[in-house]
């Protein structure tokens, strides 16, 4: 799994808490129940995973090496995976989401798999994320990275509250250790009162 999918789902998870936390204060409770907070990025992109983070630059030459790797063989795993890697940290996420795909083709990997939500998510594909994250836990039901994408998928792509105030519960029951349990923790008593309303 990417490093940086945390970063960046934890930058737009905390942005959606901003949001969640504003509406619950300045909103009708009605309103709150029925149109979560959902970020966006400029034009018609999805939530944004990179509130103030600047997006690293590019080796062209590696780049160029990794296309050349793939086009000389397609099924070339490794490759395809760095090179949908780079498309995540430049956030060209269909492009990312595409790689990731083919990737998948050759090898499963729930880390893989994981970003390819992450990815999907962004291009507002939310139920493909969905469908995703879920073959992920599937077959590890506690994958820390998964459940936590999939309650954001759940609150910012479906409008699905209850979900992801289960599938966070979940998250911080069989993964105690997880390094954002605190906002996790915070997100989930919001979501908690907002019901309550």
Known sequence: M??????FMAAGFAAGFAILYYWTRHREPQIVNATPARLELPATSGPSPSQGTPVPAVDMA???ELQNKIKANPGDY??????????FDQRNFSEAADLYIKA???KDNPD?????????FYSDR????????NRVLAVKPTHAQALFNLGVVQLHGKNDSKGALQT???????????????VVEEQIKALKDSLKK
């Open 62 to 64: 590696q780049v160029q």
């Open 78 to 87: 490794d490759a395809l995976v760095a090179l949908a890697n780079i498309n």
């Open 168 to 182: 966070w519960e979940k998250l911080i029951q069989t993964n105690p250790d997880f390094p954002q349990r605190a």
């Open 104 to 106: 998948l083709a050759v």
């Open 126 to 133: 939310y139920d493909e994320a969905l469908t995703e994250l």
């Open 112 to 120: 893989v798999r994981t970003d390819l939500g992450t990815m999907l």
């Open 2 to 7: 990417r490093k940086d999918s945390l970063i």
